[in-house]
């Protein structure tokens, strides 16, 4: 009686310390919430009125219009290239045996432990050596080196889940490898390339520590364009634009869990 009774004040206190760790976490964004509908022209919290303006000037400003827009070219670029390359180079190491191989390996993963600010650092001061200009392409480019490692992360997943012995057998009736690859490796792995993009998708459209240093006026991503203005300005837009954030990541979650489940397309389903 007295162990099921610890077990059970183990348990409460568990979850009690689990809900306030979550209570911790989610202050600050209850408090840029609460702050976006103030009335006033500086941050202010908690707020002496209540105005949805600053919502307005958050979609007609038009720096962040054109930084959401500049970001969604760069993301839908970004993704897909990485997805295409990471699935090629994760098939090639996963199934396949050559030289150098674990050194290609960690070269791939290296963004997950490089600082990215000296990624993008190192970006700028190349094109400045060799004279190029600082358009989409190159920003496209250190997305996608920056997404590629969980792209590669998704798709082994995917791999390691996948039954090698179906490869095997349409190989033994006379498959090549391409097809293999693209009738039978491909279409099973799909859920692992639908999350290596959603991840790359949204590490993307967030990222800012590179962007910010080789992205011009011309081509700079929405968070980027933030930082521009919060530097200028303190007044509640960017408070009401992080509410918007929020609030759009949040229902394509939901709405990608209920219509396709994420366990199913970030394959982290349990197997049975």
């Not at 798709?155 to 390691?160: N, R």
């Amino acid at each position: 009686m007295t162990r099921s009774m610890n077990d059970k004040l183990m348990t409460l206190a568990g979850r009690l310390l689990v809900a306030a760790i979550l209570i911790f976490v989610l202050l600050p964004t209850i408090v840029v919430f609460i702050s976006s509908f103030s009335s006033t022209s500086v941050l202010f919290f908690p707020p002496k009125g209540w105005s949805l303006r600053w919502f307005e000037r958050a979609v007609s400003y038009d720096d962040f219009r054109h930084g959401f827009w500049s970001g969604l070219i760069v993301t839908a670029w970004a993704s897909s290239l990485a997805v295409i390359v990471g699935a090629a180079l994760a098939i090639a190491i996963e199934r396949y045996s050559f030289p150098c191989k674990q050194v290609l390996e960690g070269i791939l993963l290296s963004p997950l432990f490089i600082p990215h600010f000296t990624i993008g650092l190192g970006l700028l001061m190349l094109v400045s050596q060799l004279n190029l200009g600082r358009g989409y392409p190159l920003v496209i480019f250190c997305h996608v080196v920056l997404v590629l490692p969980f792209v590669l992360r998704s798709v082994y997943v995917s791999l390691k889940n996948l039954e090698q012995r179906i490869e095997l057998a349409a190989a033994s009736l006379g498959a090549s490898p391409l097809r293999v690859v693209m009738t039978i490796t491909v279409p099973l792995i799909l859920p692992g390339l639908f999350g290596g993009w959603l991840f790359a998708a949204i590490l993307s459209f967030n990222e800012f520590t590179a962007s910010l240093f080789i992205t011009t006026q011309a081509t700079q991503t929405l968070p980027v364009a933030m930082y521009n203005y919060v530097r200028e300005f303190a007044d509640p837009t960017l408070a009401a634009l992080s509410v918007i954030y929020i609030t759009v990541t949040a229902t394509m979650l939901i709405i990608a869990n209920k219509f396709l489940g994420l366990g199913k397309v970030l394959n982290v389903e349990a197997r049975h």
